[in-house]
């Protein structure tokens, strides 16, 4: 499976961003679908998850606002981010929950104070 995430970039706190992922697996339908996010240094951490039926999933450091999206037709998953911080500042990655490799390559995001 590929993955491949964009949308990324630099935005000032309280900005917004909308990430988008395409991934080419075959029953993208059917799979939970998540966006993580890593700082160097650290784990990559799980940020929010959407079911195949688009029920969302968003972790407490999130909630509120993240929204995640998903056109299963297009095989994609988008993440819009609000009220962004400085410590949302990260590179950002969808996959599988629970994940599968390879990883894309990720989009980055600096939000600036």
């Known amino acids: 499976v590929q993955l491949v995430e964009s949308g990324g970039g630099l935005v000032q706190e309280g900005g917004s961003l909308r990430l988008s992922c395409i991934s080419s697996?075959?029953?993208?339908?059917?799979?939970?679908m998540g966006w993580y996010r890593q700082v160097p240094g650290n784990q990559r951490e799980l940020v929010a998850s959407?079911?195949?039926?688009?029920?969302?999933i968003p972790e407490e450091s999130v909630k509120g606002r993240f929204t995640l999206s998903r056109d299963n037709a297009k095989k994609m998953v988008y993440l819009q981010m609000n009220s962004l911080k400085p410590e949302d500042t990260a590179v950002y990655y969808c996959?599988?929950?629970?994940?599968?490799?390879?990883w894309g390559q990720g989009t980055q995001v600096t939000v600036s104070s």
């Open positions: 996959n599988r929950v629970p994940p599968h490799d390879p």
């Open positions: 959407i079911l195949f039926n688009g029920v969302t």
């Open positions: 697996a075959e029953f993208f339908s059917s799979d939970t």
